[in-house]
């Protein structure tokens, strides 16, 4: 939308075949400025030459996990998804 946005709320969910869903909820303080990203890493992520501007940590996740079937949403605070990303391997 070219303007900042405010992610009070929103969450990533993440869903490997049959498994439970891995959910991440974005710090309460987290504003998405406009025209740049974020990379979210999970607890054991190697970190050693990440730009700390551009990634969080998901301290709760111990790993995004791999599978067959991948399928990860982003959901705002209202939980309307605004993203969706489908991953299938064979």
């Given at each position: 939308t070219g303007k900042d946005q405010e992610m009070k709320g929103w969450s990533l969910r993440r869903r490997i075949d049959a498994k439970d869903e891995i959910v991440y909820r974005f710090p309460e303080n987290f504003v998405?400025?406009?025209r740049s990203?974020?990379?979210i890493l999970s607890r054991n992520a190697s970190k050693g030459?990440?730009?700390e501007r551009e990634t969080l940590v998901a301290e709760g996740v111990q790993t995004w996990g791999t599978g067959t079937n991948m399928v990860t949403r982003l959901l705002d605070a209202?939980?309307?998804e605004k993203a969706i990303f489908n991953?299938?391997?064979q």
């Open positions: 998405l400025k406009s990203r974020i990379r030459s990440i730009n209202n939980g309307d991953q299938k391997f």
